[in-house]
């Protein structure tokens, strides 16, 4: 009987894989709370504060192995400090989707669920799936990013303090809501300062928004947002393009079954930057304005269609965006009036 294998062992399966060229990779799940951190190393357990000293700690710890590779999940941001961390140590990270990892315990029978369980769920995890390295975000991309974020908070505040004024009959509550709303006025503009700061000083951030903003129906902060909620725009394929904003429609059919199909996954906020987009292109782009009215012409639903024409639209964007990476560099021309123009077909 061949001796079984311990669950931080990796044994290659493909020869031609970039990490049988160097030493065996060693998975060390890390399961992430906002207090502290459950990390499963070569069969044993140990727990470090979420904070500066703990996750120096904890890097320490994982330097000392040769070929590390941790693993850990997307969890809301708490998992930001920490990868940052690592990737400034140069220890390989991978943040991995929760419910991919779930689903694989689940698989195995697993239904208990504790801190040291979910760590060694991700050791076994990276073992048996050997997810790609997390690549670092540049300065420029987590600005944009925090800055981004801001400004889609601040645009909510600013829509349920209106919604709320209109329910208010006092003057002071009133006088209260209209100073609220001046202020998030001013806070909304100044983001946008700091946004046209950030373009001007990354040519190719500015670059980038500007051909996504030349699309007609596109907005200069729809393209920010995309950019910042989906920053592999530009490198991915048509299918990734749709999968990653979740708009790819899955098929569910199983025996004598016909589901219909239906989007799912991917990123939620990709989907509400490109929702008004789509809907201004279904009027001001020619191209998009007929596809729309074709889908609805064959008794498509409204939303159907209009999920039609998101994914199309998104894709394009990909493809203006890998256009622009292969032009050659041109030189600094002085701000022009843009023309919009439609989606090519």
């Known amino acids: 009987m061949p001796k079984a294998e311990s669950e931080h062992t990796y044994r290659p399966r493909n020869p031609s894989h970039p990490m049988t060229k160097n030493t065996v ?7 992430i709370a906002k207090a502290t951190l459950q990390m ?4 044993a357990q140990f ?3 979420n904070t500066p000293a703990g996750r120096a700690k904890m890097c320490e710890k994982v330097r000392r192995v040769p070929g590390a ?3 850990c999940e997307a969890t809301g941001g708490y998992e930001q400090a ?3 961390d690592l990737h400034q140590a140069k220890i390989p990270v991978s943040v991995v989707n929760p419910a991919r990892v779930r689903a694989a315990a689940q698989a195995k029978g697993q239904r208990a669920k504790s801190d040291p369980i979910d760590a060694r769920g991700l050791t076994d995890y990276g073992a048996r799936y050997q997810p790609a390295p997390t690549p670092p975000r540049s300065k420029m991309q987590l600005e944009l990013a925090a800055l981004v974020q801001w400004l889609k ?3 909510n505040a600013q829509a349920v303090a209106k919604a709320q004024a209109e329910h208010h009959g006092a003057p002071f509550v009133l006088q209260q809501h209209a100073e609220l709303l001046t202020h998030y006025q001013a806070q909304i503009k100044a983001v946008e300062a700091k946004l046209e700061a950030l373009q001007e000083r990354d040519r190719t951030l500015q670059q980038r928004v500007q051909r996504l903003d030349a699309i007609a129906g596109v907005g200069a902060r729809t393209a920010l947002l995309l950019l910042a909620y989906l920053p592999e725009l530009g490198s991915l394929n048509r299918r990734q393009a749709a999968a990653l904003s979740g708009l790819a429609p899955w098929t569910r059919e199983s025996g004598t079954m016909k589901g219909k199909r239906c989007i799912g996954g991917g990123r939620a906020d990709v989907r509400v930057a490109l929702y008004m987009s789509a809907l201004s292109a279904t009027r001001c782009n020619p191209i998009l304005k007929a596809f729309y009215q074709g889908l609805i012409s064959r008794n498509k639903p409204g939303k159907v269609a209009l999920t039609a024409v998101m994914r199309k639209l998104v894709i394009h964007m ?3 965006l890998k256009k622009l ?4 560099p041109a030189e600094e021309k002085k701000k022009t009036t843009k023309t919009k123009y439609s989606v090519a077909k």
């Not at 990779?25 to 399961?31: E, Q, R, S, T």
């Not at 499963?40 to 069969?43: E, T």
């Not at 990476?325 to 050659?328: G, H, S």
Request: aromatic share 6%; charged share 15%; no cysteine.
């Open 69 to 71: 590779r941790v693993v």
């Open 325 to 328: 990476a292969a032009e050659p």
């Open 82 to 84: 920490l990868v940052a």
């Open 318 to 320: 990909n493809n203006e």
């Open 25 to 31: 990779p060693v998975y060390i799940g890390v399961d």
């Open 153 to 155: 908070q601040l645009i």
């Open 47 to 49: 727990e470090f504060a």
């Open 40 to 43: 499963h190393l070569l069969g």
